[in-house]
């Protein structure tokens, strides 16, 4: 019987992610990644002039994400956070500094969400007018 190291299990492992299989992990990212908290937030903190990842803080993002809840805010910084996604940092100042940034991980992921939210500005009319004919054909 043949031993496998532990690195080797995870390479085996990865390579078996498919998504497709209701047992695999690689659902539950996707579950978190699909909602829309997660997507504005992620987009909100590669909102850059620059085009660059930046810091904010709780209050910038809550005022920038139009409609949030602060229970929901704080659910989805601590699920990108656990996620490794996004860095906290808690500066000791009077009162106490909390600031939120994408890490690396989280970076290579904002741009593929940043380009769905633009997508879904650039073709909301289209959606739209979609929907009404759809609409239309149905009760006609």
């Not at 695999?24 to 908290?37: F, T």
């Not at 699920?79 to 989280?106: K, Q």
């Amino acid at each position: 019987m043949t031993t496998r190291t532990a690195a080797r299990k995870r390479a085996q492992a990865k390579a078996e992610y498919d998504a497709f299989l209701a047992e695999c992990p690689s659902r539950q990212l996707l579950d978190r990644i699909s909602d829309k908290w997660v997507a504005l937030v992620l987009a909100a903190l590669g909102d850059d002039c620059a085009g660059g990842p930046r810091a904010m803080r709780y209050s910038e993002l809550a005022r920038r994400l139009a409609g949030v809840s602060q229970k929901m805010l704080t659910q989805t910084l601590r699920s990108l956070e656990r996620d490794g996604l996004v860095t906290r940092t808690v500066t000791p100042t009077v009162p106490v500094t909390v600031t939120y940034e994408l890490t690396g991980l989280g970076h290579s992921l904002q741009g593929l969400m940043r380009g769905v939210k633009l997508w879904a500005e650039a073709n909301m009319d289209d959606v739209l007018a979609s929907r009404t004919d759809y609409d239309t054909r149905a009760t006609g």
